[in-house]
Nanobody, 120 residues
């Protein structure tokens, strides 16, 4: 199983970026997908996560600015980031809880991350 993220980059404060992440390989079923972020010297924080049952959770600092969505047919999660601030600068990590084919259990999977840099 591989999680591959796209869409990071450099943007000015107040601008927007859209991240996407797709799960590929021996994916049998996905329970949830989302994003965390980690800035240098900081802990890994929740950005947004959504489940197949329809529940969504956002980190407090991004509520009202970021929107998570999915294309379940393509095992893809998107993160629309608006009104970006310099404090949003971090590596954004794609995350999924999924079950592989021929496996009985659910596991946590992480992508390699994509850099988002917001200049003031």
């Amino acid at each position: 199983v591989q999680l591959q993220a796209f869409g990071g980059g450099l943007v000015q404060a107040g601008g927007s970026l859209r991240l996407s992440c797709s799960a590929s390989g021996t994916v049998a079923s996905i329970s949830g997908m989302g994003w965390y972020r980690q800035a240098p010297g900081s802990q890994r924080d929740l950005v947004a996560i959504t489940t197949r049952s329809g529940s969504t959770n956002y980190g407090d600092s991004v509520k009202g600015r970021f929107t998570i969505s999915t294309d379940n047919a393509k095992n893809t999660v998107f993160l629309q980031m608006n009104n970006l601030k310099p404090e949003d600068t971090a590596v954004y990590l794609c995350y999924s809880v999924l079950k592989q084919r021929l496996s009985s259990g659910w596991g946590d999977y992480w992508g390699p991350g994509t850099q988002v840099t917001v200049s003031s």
